[in-house]
């Protein structure tokens, strides 16, 4: 059972030649006493160490009322720290305590809150360097709607404001609008799961994701870059870029997959089994099968499937082979075009979007769907190209009049 109090006393060992001694709130955790310094002074025959208690100088003592405001201010932020704790039945360290206290701005005030929160889960890689600038990126939007955001006014007339700033400042579009406004919703939900009281009201904010848009490539165009591949044409690094970039497209693998892709993940039935780097937080792990095509992609036995470069490089990489006079590719080659390239076309072979969320590791069904939705605008551009070709035919425009 964690026992824990506070008190006021001054300290009457060092009192100072006008009487005075400095004021301190002691904290006492299992024993283990800590003294939080108020850096006030007050004359030390005033101070009743025995019952924490303060008394005025005079009879209409000017400072008294002031003094006595800080140190209320002060002791209010002890026991609401203890309040947490024992409302959560968690154990209070006297470690615990002296971080929550130095960072109480933090418990009370939702920017400090967040600023810390990305730290702390880029520090215990729960989030990419890539994940942690974004998040970054809507902590800078959402101080200059507000510097300071008070936990109580986390309403969805905050949210309602913030997305009224991205589209009127930033000129942001539907999607990026909609990952802000989420960025923000996951550390509210995380700020409850740390304890902290936070207006429920957020929740009643509904944050649409926009409709689908996603770039993948035709079979001719795959067909363009297998040639290109087994010309060897390329350099060793655009080379070793493009067979990661094949992988992903006959595997799924999000390009963190396949920075981490090693040997020890492929079983004894052909088939990767691994945590996706995305979803390690939750360890859901998902089995993909290795296609024949696939296998054709990883060169070494041992180790892991590629040695790549940087990020950046990459996107030069891809932007090089998109332009190769043989590939003429018009479409901005990344590895999420890979793996919505994957998805596309085992949807039209197949139809069992079931599946393709296993294999994809896609938590909800509703993520896999866009590849629904893809394959149904495929039909109407199909249609429409149809009617075109019939409608330029003068004897079909006689038949219909």
Not at 9 to 38: F, M, W
């Amino acid at each position: 059972m964690v026992s824990y109090s506070v008190k006021l006393i001054c300290n009457k060992l060092r009192i100072q030649k006008d009487g005075q001694a400095s004021l301190y709130l002691r904290v006492t955790i299992n024993r283990e006493t800590y003294y939080v310094p108020l850096n006030l002074k007050w004359p030390a025959d005033l101070v009743n160490n025995k019952e924490g208690m303060l008394y005025p100088r005079t009879k209409r003592d000017p400072d008294y009322s002031d003094y006595q405001l800080i140190i209320d201010t002060e002791l209010s932020k002890v026991n609401e720290i203890f309040k947490i704790y024992r409302i959560q039945d968690r154990n209070l360290t006297m470690e615990l305590f002296k971080d929550d206290l130095q960072n109480i701005d933090r418990r009370r005030d939702f920017i400090p809150y967040m600023e810390h929160k990305i730290s702390e889960r880029y520090k215990y890689k729960e989030i990419s360097f890539k994940t942690k600038t974004a998040h970054t990126g809507t902590l800078r939007r959402l101080k200059k709607l507000k510097s300071v955001i008070p936990l109580y006014s986390t309403d969805r007339q905050l949210l309602q404001r913030f997305k009224a700033k991205l589209i009127k400042d930033y000129d942001n579009d539907a999607g990026t609008i909609w990952g802000r406004i989420k960025d923000v919703k996951t550390y509210l939900h995380l700020a409850i799961e740390d304890g902290l009281t936070v207006n429920p009201d957020f929740e009643n904010f509904v944050n649409t994701p926009p409709l689908p848009s996603i770039t993948y490539l035709e079979e001719n165009e795959i067909n363009k870059l297998l040639s290109l591949y087994n010309s060897n044409r390329l350099d060793d690094v655009r080379q070793n870029v493009l067979r990661a970039f094949l992988f992903s497209c006959f595997s799924s693998l999000r390009i963190s997959d396949i920075q981490l892709a090693e040997w020890g993940w492929v079983t004894l039935n052909n088939e990767l089994q691994f945590i996706p780097y995305k979803n390690r937080r939750f360890k859901r792990e998902v089995i993909i099968p290795l296609s024949t095509i696939a296998k054709k992609f990883i060169a070494r036995k041992v180790g892991k499937f590629f040695v790549l470069p940087t990020d950046q490089e990459m996107n030069r990489c891809l932007k090089d082979i998109a332009n190769d006079d043989s590939v003429k590719i018009n479409k901005n080659l990344t590895f999420h075009v890979a793996r919505h390239t994957f998805g596309t076309h085992y949807y039209r072979q197949t139809k069992d979007v079931v599946t393709l969320q296993k294999i994809m590791g896609h938590s909800k069904i509703t993520t896999t769907m866009i590849y629904v939705h893809v394959n149904e605008n495929d039909k109407k551009t199909g249609m429409d190209l149809m009617n075109d070709s019939f409608l330029k035919n003068t004897g079909f425009l006689r038949l219909v009049r």
